[in-house]
């Protein structure tokens, strides 16, 4: 049984995806032949038609991941925040293959991954921490919700017909107030998700900075700000408007009440991402977007 064997590895696949689930077999098999064991979730396994000495696990907690060395995902971007989610809780590295379309958590393609086997039983991976940002809702000055992010926590409005209307904060001083469609407060990782779309700049990861995006807005001074990391963003919504909503990562959602204040900070608790490669991240900017480089000669002596 896999939990006897000296070294574990967590998978989280999107078992409905058929190349996941192809995927998912060719990984398990190559760990299992290369004597490392493999961990998954037990409503996951019939699915993923995983071999019988593949240990199951039946909840899907943070304490599932113990004793694993890696948490590999593969998937598209929803299931690679999914996995954040458990490599956040668990302080365990995610290692992240791309099977969607663009996938900038993923640090390898479905082609790779004899590659990814590989580095994995030679562990020839490089560990480093992404920044995340917590999230706290307060109403009358009472907190009603808490929450983190990888990407971004965006403010929304909640229906088509009307505009948000909020006031911007940073650092305990106001900066301007506008109806818009929504607010998004990213990391520099989530500089190529959400905030991209809405207009944003790309900000290298390395860079420690948060990002306040509006997203439609209607006024003339409405430009994307990037601040300090130690910086706290706020966005106060007025009191008589309707209800708001609160993205994270586009994956947990909470309604914000007329009113209610939502603070960004930088988060407590980094993110771990597993890297196979030593390649810029310009490099992978321009492979995700097939940027146009032809004719570049590179700089001369």
């Known amino acids: 049984m896999s939990q006897n064997r000296a070294r574990t590895v967590f998978l989280l696949a999107h078992t409905g995806r058929p190349a996941a689930i192809r995927s998912a077999e060719l990984v398990v098999k190559g760990l ?18 995983v071999p019988d000495d593949v240990e199951l696990v039946a909840e899907a907690t943070p304490q599932c991941l113990e004793g694993c060395e890696l948490l590999i995902v593969l998937g598209g971007d929803g299931t690679l925040l999914r996995g954040a989610e458990f490599a956040r809780a668990s302080g365990v590295p995610m290692l992240g293959v791309n099977l969607g379309s663009v996938g900038f958590l993923a640090e390898a393609e479905r082609d790779d991954l004899d590659k990814v086997v590989d580095r994995v039983v030679t562990r020839a991976y490089e560990v480093e921490e992404r920044m ?5 809702v307060h109403r009358n000055g009472d907190i009603v919700h808490t929450d983190w992010a990888l990407n ?3 403010v929304q409005k909640a229906g088509a017909e009307k505009l948000l209307e909020v006031v911007l904060e940073i650092d305990g001083r106001p900066v301007t107030g506008f109806g818009c469609d929504g607010i998004v407060l990213s990391t520099p990782t989530g500089s190529t998700a959400y905030a991209f779309s809405a207009g944003g700049p790309v900000v290298w990861p390395e860079v420690e900075a948060l990002l306040m995006v509006p997203i439609s ?3 003339l001074f409405a430009k994307p700000l990037v601040t300090s990391p130690n910086s706290v963003l706020a966005v106060e919504l007025l009191p008589h408007i309707p209800p708001g909503v609160l993205w994270c990562d586009g994956r947990r959602t909470f309604e914000l009440p007329p009113g209610a204040r939502v ?3 930088r988060g407590a608790v980094p993110v771990r991402l597993a890297r196979l490669h030593h390649a810029s991240f310009t490099d992978r900017l321009v492979a995700k977007f ?10 001369r002596s």
């Open 152 to 154: 971004e926590a965006a």
């Open 132 to 136: 995340t940002v917590d999230v706290v």
């Open 217 to 219: 807005a209607h006024a």
């Open 290 to 299: 097939a940027l146009p480089v032809a004719g570049w000669r590179g700089a």
């Open 263 to 265: 603070e960004v900070r």
């Open 32 to 49: 299992l032949r290369e004597g490392i064991g493999v961990r998954v979730l037990e409503y996951e396994a019939s699915d993923l038609h």
